[in-house]
């Protein structure tokens, strides 16, 4: 059976992941203004002296940079064998990748399960509901976080079929999953998984990856580890065992071609508040010196409109050759928003593919 994964929609704003967020009022407080004057017949004595007004205390500035990469997450609680495999895979792909892990939210949690379970129970392999349908939580992702509680700031879900850690691999493996899968941002995940089965539907894997909008310090998510240098690169520097194709994607990467002709992309990932600007992105047979034919994906090029700013692939346009070194040079830059500071990036790497 062919592994399959589909994207739903990214939730950003015009100024980008790092300035959405939840804005904070404060009331000032009020001072008396003078003194407590006694008034009396016959004489008196001096009025009593005023009281000192309480101090105000100055507010906490409000956080303006992500946190630090988080390298360590609370244990989730609550999960079964399957969501809990997917949680550690996900986690070990983000971290071996110079990423922080993403911690467990339990409120995104029950709306991954509930979509999860609407998408056996009406037999659709989708990201959106409809109302009326049986298990109805909300529209698309977002809503349905917002249902169970999470305001959800930036970030996507993303679904896939079969074990649920392994669907993890199929979602890093293709080319618009892993713009969310490998997006720096994200602080929380949610994930529901089914062992049911339908006709279009087969125990289905679904990940949310976002920021809470009610946490004005977490809500602007977190930095790569610095040891990247802001960009994550997939597949790893000395992988081996990478897939030889990109398999059952939905959409297609490449209309123009059969989704299963197409070979495993490579792809750089930067925060996303900056714009990759790319000169040189090459895939090489290490033996031979050969290039690869590929596909370049960018935001600009993407006839789907899926590719952030901040992501670019090389998609092969055959499947790659089995056990086999490969090299990628990639040479470019990152513009960031809204300052306009430019970064030089250049990366070379290599990988080996699977025996099969």
Known sequence: M???AELGPRVRDAARWRSLGVLMSLAAASALTGPLVACGGGGGGDAPPAPTPAPVPTPAPTPSTPIAA?????????YDADRLA???RLNEIRLSAGLGMVAQNTMMDQAAQAHAEW?????LLTHDETVGTAGFTGENWSRRDEAFGYVPVGGAEVISQGPAAAGVDILVNSAYHRTAILAIEPVDVGIGWSNGKAANVLTPLVV???SPGMDTVRGLGQSAQSSIHGAAIWPLDGARGVPLRLGFEIPNPVPTQDVLTLGTPVSITAEASRTIRVSQFTLTNAATG???PTQLLTNK???NFLIPESFVAAIPLAPLSADTAYRVDFSGSTVEFPSGAVEVVSRTWS???AAQ
């Not at 988080?70 to 609550?78: F, I």
């Open 2 to 4: 062919d592994s399959f």
């Open 70 to 78: 988080q390298l360590t997450v609370p244990t989730p609680v609550g």
């Open 86 to 88: 997917a949680f550690n």
């Open 119 to 123: 998408m056996v129970v009406n037999d």
């Open 208 to 210: 949310d990856l976002t």
């Open 290 to 292: 050969a290039i690869v």
């Open 301 to 303: 090029s993407d006839t």
């Open 351 to 353: 990988f080996t593919t």
